[in-house]
């Protein structure tokens, strides 16, 4: 059908409310999932703060809810081929939105078991989305979740462009070649490396096949609730606040909320690009709606609305909420202070008006979080996973002394 | 035991002779295959050559010919993690050679299946290597065949650098930056694809944890034989003539023994690195023998010798032994015209000597041919694995006039 989307993991944090937001929007949408996300809940004795349902009561709220209904289909693209190839077949969707991989970047750092568990999972699951579209000989177009973890070299010099990067490379007779190369990639976890070789997927299979193709470099999201999430509590999205899948934004709230300590680690002066949940479901239709033409390149856009440093994130939610900031060691092994601005005017000017980060907004955070406080479990706050086996982490979280960051080291960029 | 190799894939056509070859030169090897390479053999109909015998008769002739012995291990490096890391941890190796990977482009593309297994094999064995590596706490040097094929963008203007590129990136402001950035990738075959991101775990896995690396981005590889495997005929290396793991050079020789047509793809103005097998196993050795330092980037050598079109090594044979020159279609998505000079200037730096081109080296091959040219498969001959499924191949070879090729477009760049 000319109108039908097939989501993969579109019950997951940024899959289900994008779901909502494209049926709610006159889409036929087919929900794909394996569950990998509420399993790995299971496995790790968490729960999301928001009390979600099962996904078929989920379905049967929005149908009662919009009287919209949408479908859906138990399956594990990296394991299942053939079952994926015939699904694609039976729905000849216009366009793929591909979620189904392995999102957390501590997680996949967790232990060997995790490493491979993220390496297998993501690699496989994008190889077999695209041979699929290949071998079913239709035009679907794939829109994939990338991030801009994958952009190596950061620096308040020049905004991180849009996937690709014109540089000059001198021979050795003197004369110069200008090329435009894919943004030099510099991982820093599994999860970020595997999205970095997704990209040469994507490198080939547009170039060998035509496939046609659009990654999404996204920023940190926050928030949880979007205006279809908010039609009826059976509809809530999951609300991570752990220290593997909760993102840093949301972990100072629910942090504010709960009584404990900002934990900011290292000197807090990473410098990350964010995104509202709202503006990532925004983005995504947007996609689907511009589509690179046939024989257009892999089309990268940098999905993110603005960049902040981790300390100055802390200060602010500090301010609001009267909580103490508490510096921890490091986990990761990444460089403490660092620069960046992100190059967006592909979706702005496809006509997306960002919603930034407001008293407001995050004071709506709050109010989810304060509903549901009774489901935190404290103990599952602090980050666990550790980048090296040699790191140690004080567990009990020794507070560092913030005053040897360096100040102003790095500057706020309102895009 | 600081002389042990372990040798991932010791079984096949790169990986027997470097096995004999260290072992000649007093390291004890350890050979590690899951015998997929004779197995893929088994499913295609195809067959060595040269009659090769079992890995444990192999093993028992090198035993009684040189007094030498070296272990073996039946093991799936990509499905078997926790056998793999054990026999790390019992070994201890200095340095790893992993080979095992498929190592076919026109394999890689054959069908759906053949794609999704080069993937999911090389992808999850390099990364299970890396893991086990970082996960036993061994300073182990992994030494990987890459490819040349990993390099977008070639030109005459400038030599191929060995695997990082000088780049300037001009800021908006008007301020350059300078920056030296992993050689741009462009493959161009699903197997050239995973090479590329063989890079990208290698880099992360160097850069988190300090593995020592060195990845050698290989020529096409010609001739079949070495000191070693000459020493009995129980030795014999593997010689593949067939469409998709027959090498171009070897292929000529083969077709010039037995009658065939050389078989010359599009216009042959494919310019290509080659390096013979001779050289594949001393390159080996200087590399076990040359790691990075502690904390060294990724080492990246070019390991090739010399370059030539397929135009001009179709001249060549045929001038050798008066077999005709035939054209056909071409089945890979390429440029038909290329060029491309090589820098290998580390290998030389160390004492690598290059055995070229020659008429008695490819005499040589020819004497091989015809000893075992009554067990030549004719039918196996002809490439049948297309790039794209819209294209079509005229199977017959139907013979395309050479005439209408542009002459001299690629030079022979000997180094």
Same mark, same amino acid.
């Given at each position: 059908m000319d109108n039908t989307v097939l989501i993969l993991g579109g019950d997951g944090f940024c899959g289900w409310p994008t779901a909502l937001h494209l049926s709610q929007n006159g889409y036929h949408v087919v929900i794909a999932d394996n569950f990998s996300r509420r399993k790995i809940d299971v496995d790790l004795g968490l729960g999301s703060l928001t009390p979600i349902l099962p996904l078929e009561e989920r379905l049967a709220a929005w149908r009662e809810t919009s009287g919209k209904s949408m479908d859906f289909i138990l399956i594990d693209i990296a394991r299942e081929y053939d079952r994926f190839?015939?699904?694609?077949?039976?729905?000849?969707?216009?366009?793929?939105?591909?979620?189904?991989?392995?999102?957390?970047?501590?997680?996949?750092?967790?232990?060997?078991? /995790?490493?491979?568990?993220?390496? !297998?999972?993501?690699?496989?699951?994008?190889?077999?989305?695209? /041979?699929?579209?290949?071998?079913?000989?239709?035009?679907?177009?794939?829109?994939?979740?990338?991030?801009?973890?994958?952009?190596?070299?950061?620096?308040?010099?020049?905004?991180?462009?849009?996937?690709?990067?014109?540089?000059?490379?001198?021979?050795?007779?003197?004369? /110069?070649?200008?090329?435009?190369?894919?943004?030099?990639?510099?991982?820093?976890?599994?999860?970020?490396?595997?999205?970095?070789? !997704?990209?040469?997927?994507?490198?080939?299979?547009?170039?060998?096949?035509?496939?046609?193709?659009?990654?999404?470099?996204?920023?940190?999201?926050?928030?949880?609730?979007?205006?279809?999430?908010?039609?009826?509590?059976?509809?809530?999205?999951?609300? !991570?606040?752990?220290?593997?899948?909760?993102?840093?934004?949301?972990?100072?709230?629910?942090?504010?909320?709960?009584?404990?300590?900002?934990?900011?680690?290292?000197?807090?002066?990473?410098?990350?690009?964010f995104i509202h949940i709202r503006d990532t479901v925004k983005c995504i239709k947007l996609a689907i709606e511009h589509p690179p033409l046939p024989g257009e390149r892999v089309k990268i856009f940098n999905q993110a609305t603005e960049t902040w440093s981790v300390r100055e994130l802390a200060v602010l939610v500090s301010r609001l909420t009267g909580c103490e900031v508490r510096s921890y060691a490091d986990p990761r092994k990444e460089d403490l202070e660092n620069g960046l601005i992100v190059e967006n005017s592909q979706f702005r000017a496809l006509g997306l008006s960002p919603v930034t980060l407001s008293d407001g907004l995050m004071s709506e955070v709050r109010d989810v979080v304060a509903k549901y406080r009774h489901r935190c479990d404290l103990a599952k706050i602090p980050c666990t996973s550790l980048w090296t086996t040699g790191q140690t982490v004080d567990r009990e979280g020794a507070p560092l002394s913030l005053a040897g960051s360096p100040a102003g080291a790095t500057g706020i960029s309102i895009l």
């Open positions: 190839l015939g699904l694609l077949r039976d729905v000849r969707p216009r366009a793929i939105v591909h979620f189904a991989e392995q999102r957390a970047a501590p997680y996949s750092m967790r232990s060997s078991a /995790c490493k491979r568990y993220t390496v !297998d999972n993501n690699l496989n699951a994008t190889h077999n989305v695209l /041979c699929a579209i290949v071998e079913s000989g239709l035009d679907v177009h794939l829109v994939h979740l990338g991030s801009m973890g994958v952009y190596g070299y950061t620096t308040t010099k020049m905004p991180i462009p849009e996937g690709y990067l014109p540089v000059r490379i001198e021979a050795p007779d003197g004369s /110069c070649v200008e090329r435009e190369i894919m943004y030099p990639p510099a991982p820093g976890s599994v999860y970020h490396m595997t999205k970095t070789q !997704d990209a040469l997927f994507f490198y080939f299979y547009n170039k060998n096949d035509g496939v046609r193709i659009t990654d999404l470099h996204q920023g940190i999201v926050w928030g949880t609730a979007t205006d279809e999430t908010t039609m009826s509590e059976a509809l809530v999205n999951r609300f !991570d606040y752990d220290g593997d899948y909760g993102t840093v934004l949301n972990r100072f709230l629910v942090q504010s909320v709960v009584g404990h300590p900002l934990t900011v680690y290292g000197t807090g002066g990473q410098t990350r690009a």
